[in-house]
Protein backbone atom coordinates (compact mmCIF):
# COMPACT_ATOMS: atom_id res chain seq x y z
CA UNK A 1 0.00 0.00 0.00
CA UNK A 2 1.66 3.51 -1.02
CA UNK A 3 1.25 5.88 2.23
CA UNK A 4 3.20 8.56 -0.67
CA UNK A 5 2.42 9.43 -4.15
CA UNK A 6 4.47 12.10 -5.96
CA UNK A 7 3.03 12.62 -9.66
CA UNK A 8 5.19 14.88 -11.66
CA UNK A 9 6.45 17.55 -9.04
CA UNK A 10 7.63 20.22 -9.78
CA UNK A 11 8.43 23.51 -8.03
CA UNK A 12 9.45 27.34 -9.53
CA UNK A 13 10.95 29.85 -6.92
CA UNK A 14 10.47 33.79 -9.17
CA UNK A 15 9.72 34.73 -12.58
CA UNK A 16 11.21 35.91 -15.17
CA UNK A 17 15.35 35.82 -15.57
CA UNK A 18 15.08 35.33 -11.56
CA UNK A 19 13.58 32.01 -12.31
CA UNK A 20 14.87 28.99 -10.36
CA UNK A 21 13.90 25.56 -10.70
CA UNK A 22 13.92 23.66 -7.61
CA UNK A 23 11.90 20.71 -8.44
CA UNK A 24 11.95 19.08 -11.89
CA UNK A 25 8.84 16.41 -12.53
CA UNK A 26 9.70 14.19 -9.56
CA UNK A 27 7.83 10.88 -9.38
CA UNK A 28 7.71 9.19 -6.35
CA UNK A 29 5.95 6.29 -4.18
CA UNK A 30 6.63 4.91 -0.86
CA UNK A 31 5.15 2.10 0.61
CA UNK A 32 3.52 2.42 4.32
CA UNK A 33 5.84 0.82 6.60
CA UNK A 34 8.84 2.24 4.13
CA UNK A 35 12.51 3.60 5.70
CA UNK A 36 13.55 5.39 2.54
CA UNK A 37 16.77 8.10 2.54
CA UNK A 38 16.54 11.05 0.15
CA UNK A 39 20.18 11.96 -0.60
CA UNK A 40 22.08 14.44 -2.73
CA UNK A 41 23.98 17.40 -2.49
CA UNK A 42 23.08 21.27 -1.42
CA UNK A 43 20.87 22.95 -3.66
CA UNK A 44 19.92 19.59 -5.62
CA UNK A 45 16.00 19.87 -3.87
CA UNK A 46 16.12 18.18 -1.07
CA UNK A 47 14.65 20.23 1.66
CA UNK A 48 11.99 21.78 -0.93
CA UNK A 49 10.94 18.11 -1.75
CA UNK A 50 10.20 17.81 2.13
CA UNK A 51 8.34 21.17 2.58
CA UNK A 52 5.93 20.01 -0.39
CA UNK A 53 5.44 16.67 1.02
CA UNK A 54 5.31 18.04 4.67
CA UNK A 55 2.47 20.34 2.87
CA UNK A 56 4.59 23.42 4.21
CA UNK A 57 4.93 24.30 0.30
CA UNK A 58 2.98 23.62 -2.38
CA UNK A 59 4.46 22.81 -6.28
CA UNK A 60 4.37 24.58 -9.03
CA UNK A 61 3.42 21.72 -11.19
CA UNK A 62 2.16 17.62 -9.93
CA UNK A 63 -0.12 16.59 -7.19
CA UNK A 64 1.44 14.85 -4.01
CA UNK A 65 -0.80 12.16 -1.60
CA UNK A 66 -0.44 11.05 1.98
CA UNK A 67 -2.56 8.28 3.29
CA UNK A 68 -4.81 9.09 1.07
CA UNK A 69 -5.57 13.27 0.78
CA UNK A 70 -4.51 14.90 -2.44
CA UNK A 71 -2.18 18.05 -0.49
CA UNK A 72 -3.42 20.28 -3.17
CA UNK A 73 -6.89 20.58 -1.64
CA UNK A 74 -5.54 21.82 1.44
CA UNK A 75 -6.00 25.60 2.45
CA UNK A 76 -3.39 26.62 5.17
CA UNK A 77 -5.82 26.25 7.90
CA UNK A 78 -6.24 22.61 7.08
CA UNK A 79 -2.86 22.24 6.07
CA UNK A 80 -1.51 23.16 9.46
CA UNK A 81 -4.17 20.36 10.98
CA UNK A 82 -2.92 17.67 8.45
CA UNK A 83 0.95 17.92 8.99
CA UNK A 84 0.37 17.69 13.19
CA UNK A 85 -1.85 14.83 12.48
CA UNK A 86 -0.43 12.86 9.63
CA UNK A 87 2.70 13.99 9.07
CA UNK A 88 5.41 14.10 11.80
CA UNK A 89 8.36 16.89 11.06
CA UNK A 90 12.07 16.28 12.50
CA UNK A 91 14.71 19.30 11.60
CA UNK A 92 18.03 19.62 12.38
CA UNK A 93 17.25 22.34 15.08
CA UNK A 94 14.82 20.36 17.39
CA UNK A 95 12.08 23.21 18.25
CA UNK A 96 11.26 22.24 21.53
CA UNK A 97 9.53 24.45 23.65
CA UNK A 98 12.03 26.14 26.33
CA UNK A 99 9.35 26.54 29.17
CA UNK A 100 7.89 22.85 28.48
CA UNK A 101 9.02 19.81 30.03
CA UNK A 102 10.05 16.36 27.65
CA UNK A 103 6.86 15.09 28.67
CA UNK A 104 4.59 18.31 27.56
CA UNK A 105 6.60 18.93 24.68
CA UNK A 106 6.09 15.37 23.52
CA UNK A 107 2.98 15.68 24.35
CA UNK A 108 2.06 19.02 22.12
CA UNK A 109 0.76 17.81 19.39
CA UNK A 110 -2.44 15.83 21.21
CA UNK A 111 -2.61 18.89 23.62
CA UNK A 112 -3.26 21.37 20.56
CA UNK A 113 -6.16 18.76 19.65
CA UNK A 114 -7.41 18.41 23.26
CA UNK A 115 -7.08 15.09 22.65
CA UNK A 116 -5.60 12.60 25.51
CA UNK A 117 -2.67 10.42 24.93
CA UNK A 118 -2.87 6.35 25.05
CA UNK A 119 -0.90 5.94 27.26
CA UNK A 120 0.52 2.27 26.31
CA UNK A 121 1.78 3.92 23.23
CA UNK A 122 3.47 6.92 24.83
CA UNK A 123 5.58 4.30 27.36
CA UNK A 124 6.02 2.59 24.29
CA UNK A 125 7.56 5.48 22.34
CA UNK A 126 9.78 6.95 25.38
CA UNK A 127 10.86 3.30 26.21
CA UNK A 128 12.00 3.03 22.51
CA UNK A 129 13.65 6.61 22.56
CA UNK A 130 15.45 6.26 26.05
CA UNK A 131 13.45 8.99 27.61
CA UNK A 132 11.69 7.48 30.49
CA UNK A 133 13.87 8.94 32.81
CA UNK A 134 14.47 12.50 31.44
CA UNK A 135 10.59 13.55 30.80
CA UNK A 136 10.49 15.95 33.53
CA UNK A 137 13.40 17.45 32.76
CA UNK A 138 13.54 21.10 30.64
CA UNK A 139 15.09 21.38 27.24
CA UNK A 140 17.86 22.75 28.21
CA UNK A 141 18.37 20.20 31.11
CA UNK A 142 18.95 17.65 27.91
CA UNK A 143 21.72 17.32 25.98
CA UNK A 144 21.99 17.68 22.04
CA UNK A 145 20.71 14.20 21.49
CA UNK A 146 18.44 14.07 24.24
CA UNK A 147 16.28 17.21 22.72
CA UNK A 148 16.25 15.59 19.38
CA UNK A 149 14.79 12.01 20.88
CA UNK A 150 12.00 14.53 22.53
CA UNK A 151 11.24 15.93 18.93
CA UNK A 152 11.13 12.30 17.48
CA UNK A 153 8.95 11.80 20.12
CA UNK A 154 6.68 14.25 19.68
CA UNK A 155 6.63 13.49 16.14
CA UNK A 156 5.89 9.88 16.64
CA UNK A 157 2.93 11.03 18.84
CA UNK A 158 -0.04 11.06 16.71
CA UNK A 159 1.20 7.80 15.01
CA UNK A 160 1.49 9.67 11.40
CA UNK A 161 1.22 8.34 8.58
CA UNK A 162 4.64 9.63 7.25
CA UNK A 163 7.94 10.98 9.44
CA UNK A 164 9.85 13.86 7.44
CA UNK A 165 13.21 14.09 9.18
CA UNK A 166 15.70 17.18 7.40
CA UNK A 167 19.34 16.48 8.25
CA UNK A 168 17.90 14.92 11.84
CA UNK A 169 21.86 14.73 12.69
CA UNK A 170 23.13 18.15 11.57
CA UNK A 171 23.15 19.45 14.76
CA UNK A 172 24.73 16.51 16.51
CA UNK A 173 28.50 14.72 17.19
CA UNK A 174 29.15 11.49 15.65
CA UNK A 175 27.89 9.18 18.66
CA UNK A 176 24.47 11.28 19.12
CA UNK A 177 24.27 11.25 15.45
CA UNK A 178 24.44 7.09 15.12
CA UNK A 179 22.54 7.31 18.15
CA UNK A 180 19.86 8.84 16.10
CA UNK A 181 19.84 6.88 12.94
CA UNK A 182 19.64 3.96 15.18
CA UNK A 183 16.29 5.20 16.89
CA UNK A 184 14.69 6.14 13.64
CA UNK A 185 15.63 2.41 12.51
CA UNK A 186 14.08 1.42 15.73
CA UNK A 187 10.88 3.49 15.68
CA UNK A 188 10.65 2.20 12.26
CA UNK A 189 10.98 -1.77 13.04
CA UNK A 190 9.11 -1.80 16.65
CA UNK A 191 6.40 1.56 15.38
CA UNK A 192 5.65 0.07 11.74
CA UNK A 193 6.91 4.25 11.54
CA UNK A 194 7.41 5.33 7.50
CA UNK A 195 10.38 7.69 7.43
CA UNK A 196 11.60 9.57 4.56
CA UNK A 197 15.32 10.86 5.94
CA UNK A 198 17.01 13.82 3.97
CA UNK A 199 20.28 13.78 4.29
CA UNK A 200 23.79 14.32 2.91
CA UNK A 201 25.65 11.78 5.70
CA UNK A 202 26.26 9.00 3.38
CA UNK A 203 26.57 6.52 6.76
CA UNK A 204 22.89 7.84 7.91
CA UNK A 205 21.71 7.07 4.11
CA UNK A 206 23.48 3.15 4.60
CA UNK A 207 20.77 2.66 7.29
CA UNK A 208 17.59 2.87 5.17
CA UNK A 209 15.83 0.07 3.10
CA UNK A 210 16.11 2.39 0.23
CA UNK A 211 18.18 5.32 -1.27
CA UNK A 212 16.79 7.91 -3.54
CA UNK A 213 19.16 10.38 -4.96
CA UNK A 214 18.27 13.46 -6.36
CA UNK A 215 20.66 15.86 -8.59
CA UNK A 216 19.40 19.16 -10.07
CA UNK A 217 16.00 18.81 -9.04
CA UNK A 218 15.37 15.11 -10.76
CA UNK A 219 15.63 12.09 -9.32
CA UNK A 220 18.56 9.98 -10.62
CA UNK A 221 18.43 6.77 -8.88
CA UNK A 222 16.48 4.61 -6.30
CA UNK A 223 18.04 1.74 -5.05
CA UNK A 224 16.72 -0.91 -3.06
CA UNK A 225 18.60 -2.31 -0.48
CA UNK A 226 16.95 -4.75 1.30
Known amino acids: MNILTCEKVSKVYGSGGSQVTALKGVDLTVEKGEFVAIVGAS ?42 RKVGLVYQFYNLIPTLTA ?75 REIIDMLKL ?5 EQTILLITHDEKAALAADRIVTLEDGRIVGDERRR
Open 187 to 191: SNRNL
Open 103 to 177: RKNILLPLALDKKKPNPDYFEKVVSALGLVDRLDALPGQLSGGQQQRVAIARSLIYRPALLLADEPTGNLDQKNS
Open 43 to 84: GSGKSTLLHILGSVDKPTEGRVIVDGTDLAGLNPTQAAIFRR
